[in-house]
């Protein structure tokens, strides 16, 4: 048996695994225990810190939230990015020139981000209110008002991801061959039926990918939620992931935490895995 590709590739192994491999099996073994992280005495719980989670109220509340984020920031990510691709889906220099502006929020800090916005959305002194002071609308507590904060932070979200998205939509609809577009003109298609017919099969493939790697980061979110809200007001904006470090390093909690993470895990993993069964065989390859 050749060693040497194995020796290659093992350096890289190995890397993976003790930063990969071993932390998850850690934290499902941490998960069937209670800690507090200071103390050497370690508690078995059994399936105890599942049973609480599952029974605690605030739980759901805060799997709702990272739902409704999701859904949000993914849904009108992807949309204002097709928007914007077939828009900016010529090779004139204003386009040019947009394609850069948009893709700026995406480079910058995540820290920075928050710290604009939260003087944005200030609701006295926030750049927003004062805008909207001068067609007569009242002032909006985007991030006091427990019912319109978290959409305030997918706000903050999509205005940072959609330059990304946008230029991967349109690098998907530049390589689209020309020939299919001028077949269709031929026929007297509409702008529509080129778009349902042409663009959005050719480009599902890297649609299906944005999707799912939105949805991902979406479930992680954290930095947004730490700067911003802490997960107030009222638990309004707290997420799973925020969820985990609040109940590891605010309570310290190390079980419920890894808890809390194992069941993110499984939630990543069953999503993506029926996301890829009811969508791999609708997506066009060329």
């Known amino acids: 048996m ?31 225990y209670r800690w507090n992280l200071i103390s050497p005495n370690v508690i078995f719980a059994g399936l105890g810190n599942y049973l609480s989670l599952f029974a605690d109220p605030v739980f759901y509340k805060v799997l709702k939230n990272t739902g409704i984020y999701t859904v949000c920031t993914v849904g009108f990510s992807i949309l204002f990015a097709m928007l914007l691709a077939v828009y900016l889906n010529n090779k004139s220099k204003v386009s040019i020139f947009l394609q850069s502006i948009i893709f700026l929020p995406y480079v910058v800090s995540l820290a920075s981000v928050a710290f604009l916005w939260m003087w944005m959305m200030n609701s006295d002194l926030g750049l927003l209110n004062y805008i909207f002071s001068f067609v007569g609308i009242d002032k909006i507590d985007w991030l006091g008002n427990p019912h319109i904060a978290m959409f305030s ?15 991967i939509i349109l690098a998907a609809m530049q390589v689209i061959p020309p020939y299919l577009y001028e077949a269709a003109a031929l026929d007297n298609a509409s702008v529509y039926k080129t778009f349902t017919k042409i663009t959005f099969p050719m480009i599902s493939p890297t649609l299906f990918f944005l999707v799912i790697v939105d949805i991902i980061a979406s ?39 890894s808890t809390i993470a194992v069941v993110l895990l499984v939630i990543i993993g069953l999503f ?15």
């Open 219 to 257: 479930f992680k979110v954290f930095e947004t939620i730490q700067i911003i809200t802490r997960g107030g007001p009222q638990n309004a904006t707290n997420t799973l992931v925020y969820y985990i470090y609040e109940q590891g390093f605010h309570f310290y909690k190390i079980g419920e935490a």
């Open 153 to 167: 932070l997918s706000l903050i979200s999509i205005w940072k991801t959609v330059g990304y998205n946008t230029l």
């Open 2 to 32: 050749k060693i040497k590709p194995y020796l290659f590739i093992a350096p890289a192994l190995l890397v993976f695994i003790i930063f990969n491999i071993y932390p998850l099996f850690s934290m499902i073994n941490l998960s069937f």
């Open 272 to 286: 993506t895995i029926l996301y890829f069964k009811s969508l791999a065989n609708k997506i066009h390859y060329c």
